[in-house]
Structure formats: C-alpha cells, structure tokens
C-alpha cells in the first residue's frame, strides 16, 4: 500500500512540475460562432487581482494591466481601465450599466487562488469572460447583457521562481486566441458589410439603366 501511495505522489510530482494539472473550461464563444464579438469598437478591462506582490507572489498588477491593453492595442483594438476604481462608493454593477453600449463590452480578467504547495511553487486561476450586449436572432429588437465569451484554467507551478512568468504566459495565450476571434469575426462583419454594399450598387446601377 506505501509502494502504491508512493508512486501517486510521483506522478502527481512529475504532472506537477510541467505546472498544468490544469482544470479547463471551454475557450471561446458562448453564443454559436464569434459573430456576438463583431462591432464590439472598445473594451472596459476589470483587472481583478491582488495589488500587492507578495499577496500575488510576484505578479504585477499595473505591469498586467498595462500588457493587456498593449496586447489588444497592438490590432487597434482600444482597452481602458475600468473607471470604478476611482469611486469607492460606487458598486460594480451600476458602473457597468453605465460603461457596457453597443460598442463597448467589458473585459473581465480576474486571477486569484494563489496557495503555497507543500512540494514548492504556487498554485493559481486565471479566469477571462466578455461581457456585453447581445441581441436576439429571432428578434434584433431585443438585446440584453451576456456573456459571449470565455476561458479559465486552474493550475499550479512548483518553481517559485518562476511563477510569475508561467503565470503571465498562461493569461496571454487566453488573451491571444480572444483577440484571434474578435479579428475573426470583426473580418467577416466587414466581408458581408461588403457584399451587401456592391449588390446594393449592382441594384442601383440596373435602376439607372432603366
């Protein structure tokens, strides 16, 4: 039985120290397709994490704010910070009804559960979700806040030394396949806006010859 336990503990050692026993849920849209992300002209980012590194083991809160609007940044897609935090008195909710439009959604990033590991290193979760109106397809009249997309992963990094980097590479690859579906589906948007534009002009044109 000790022999048994032993080599659990080894393999539960070996998967530990690739530092992805990661739990994770479904990437990507919500709605069927990335359609919901087409139109979305600016993101409101919610950065929800310790501001104290040694609460966070390392990990930056300005420096991850900052990387995540240069990322986004990077294809022309405006990210700012999320207003509420300059007002104290102000809850979440109601600053989220003023900020979320047909143009802006709101980028949650919230990545937190940091424990200390008996064999060393941390353990951490990384969830992203946009939240930001969306409209019926059987009826575009009505539109109503949802969240149309999201990604989260639990996991753990034996190395304390590099934690934080592991860390930060694990957001950003989240954030890359998001930014991958909102070009995706802003360049279709644009491709059809396209079509319908030219077989307007054709009609025009035919018109004209009449």
């Not at 139109?39 to 040694?54: H, Q, T, Y």
């Not at 022309?76 to 300059?86: A, H, P, W, Y």
């Not at 143009?103 to 060393?120: C, M, Q, S, Y």
Request: proline share 1%; charged share 30%.
């Amino acid at each position: 039985m000790k022999t048994k336990n032993y080599w659990i503990l080894v393999m539960m050692f070996v998967i530990c120290g690739c530092g992805h026993v990661a739990t994770k849920v479904r990437a990507g849209n919500i709605l069927s397709g990335n359609e919901s992300l087409a139109g979305i002209k600016n993101f409101e980012l919610k950065l929800i994490m310790p501001r104290d590194e040694k609460e966070s083991y390392g990990l930056k809160y300005e420096e991850i704010d900052k990387n995540i609007k240069l990322a986004f940044g990077a294809y022309g897609i405006k990210v700012f910070s999320d207003l509420s935090v300059l007002f104290d008195n102000m809850p979440s909710q109601e600053h989220t009804a003023l900020s979320l439009s047909e143009e802006t959604a709101v980028l949650h990033v919230r990545i937190d559960e940091f424990w200390p590991l008996a064999i060393g290193g941390y353990s951490y979760r990384i969830q992203i979700s946009v939240l930001q109106f969306a409209r019926l397809s059987r009826d575009q009249k009505i539109h109503f806040q949802a969240i149309t997309w999201e990604d989260s992963i639990a996991s753990l990094c034996t190395t304390e030394s590099a934690f934080a980097l592991k860390v930060e590479r694990a957001l950003y690859t989240r954030l890359d396949q998001l930014i991958k579906d909102y070009l995706a589906a802003n360049l279709r948007q644009k491709s059809e806006e396209q079509k319908e534009d030219n077989r307007k002009a054709v009609e025009k044109k035919n018109e004209d010859k009449k």
